[in-house]
């Protein structure tokens, strides 16, 4: 549902109340307004009459008050996400997000129906957009949950990052002056004691999947690494990590052994 406060503006500034003429109940005609018309449908919902459900809101989707029209289209598209009817759901999304922009659930909404579809990119492309709208710290999390969800299940991809790194201790030595022993102290040169410096970080992998026939599983192999690097290269730490593993789905989850 889109904030509630579209809503209390839009009842607002609601223009003259709607006749709503349910033929398939009754002869008789009532006038409701857009706000008594969403909490009409929000009723009918609950026991189940998805058919007036429907009506009603596609009679709101030409209401004059462009946010009627947005809670109209979003409710809609949810009822149609629930029945299955992504195509329809995500054309009615896109209308909505053509005049809104910023709503920013129904885009969240938009890259479900396009995921449902089958287009990852698509979905994606709308969580980085909702995200560059600015989002809760909580929303943003679980968003960065989803598209990292919608990445893994590509083919093939890769990733890489690139950092300043500064250290108090690049050379992973002691800042002590001396080193106790059973046979006395001993005095720690001034290269052995630790430094401090600034380099790169780096950090990268690539993933491939292979599919095994029709079964639906697959191969995953991924080569990853990374490294700080620093002007004497004594002091570079860099690990490389190649790995192997079968990626079985089994219904909607996906496991990797």
């Known amino acids: 549902m889109l904030p509630t406060p579209i809503l209390a503006m839009a009842a607002a500034a609601s223009p003259a109340p709607i006749r709503v003429t349910p033929v398939r109940r009754a002869a008789h005609s009532v006038l409701l307004t857009a706000q008594e018309m969403l909490k009409l449908a929000e009723q009918r919902e609950s026991v189940g009459d998805l058919e007036v459900v429907?009506?009603?809101?596609?009679?709101?989707?030409?209401?004059?008050?462009?946010?009627?029209?947005?809670?109209?289209?979003?409710?809609?598209?949810?009822?149609?996400?629930?029945?299955?009817?992504?195509?329809?759901?995500?054309?009615?999304?896109?209308?909505?997000?053509?005049?809104?922009?910023?709503?920013?659930?129904?885009?969240?909404?938009?890259?479900?129906?396009?995921?449902?579809?089958?287009?990852?990119?698509?979905?994606?492309?709308?969580?980085?957009?909702?995200?560059?709208?600015?989002?809760?710290?909580?929303?943003?999390?679980?968003?960065?949950?989803?598209?990292?969800?919608?990445r893994s299940q590509r083919p093939f991809g890769a990733s890489f990052e690139l950092a300043i790194a500064p250290d108090s201790n690049i050379s992973s030595a002691t800042r002590s002056d001396t080193l106790g022993t059973v046979f006395g102290d001993f005095d720690i040169d001034q290269d052995s004691k630790e430094h401090s410096g600034t380099g790169l970080a780096l950090s990268g992998q690539v993933y491939r999947r292979i599919g095994f026939g029709s079964s639906g599983h697959d191969l995953l192999v991924r080569a990853g690494g990374f490294g700080n690097l620093y002007r004497h290269s004594r002091f570079d730490d860099v690990a490389l990590d190649l790995a192997a593993c079968p990626e079985l789905r089994i219904g909607r989850n996906q496991i990797n052994i």
């Open 54 to 150: 429907a009506d009603l809101y596609k009679a709101l989707e030409s209401n004059p008050n462009s946010d009627i029209r947005a809670e109209a289209r979003f409710r809609h598209a949810k009822l149609l996400l629930n029945a299955k009817r992504n195509e329809e759901a995500a054309a009615l999304l896109r209308r909505l997000l053509d005049e809104k922009p910023a709503a920013t659930m129904a885009r969240l909404e938009l890259a479900h129906a396009l995921q449902l579809l089958g287009d990852s990119d698509g979905a994606l492309r709308q969580l980085r957009a909702a995200q560059a709208g600015g989002l809760p710290l909580a929303v943003a999390r679980l968003v960065q949950r989803y598209s990292d969800a919608l």
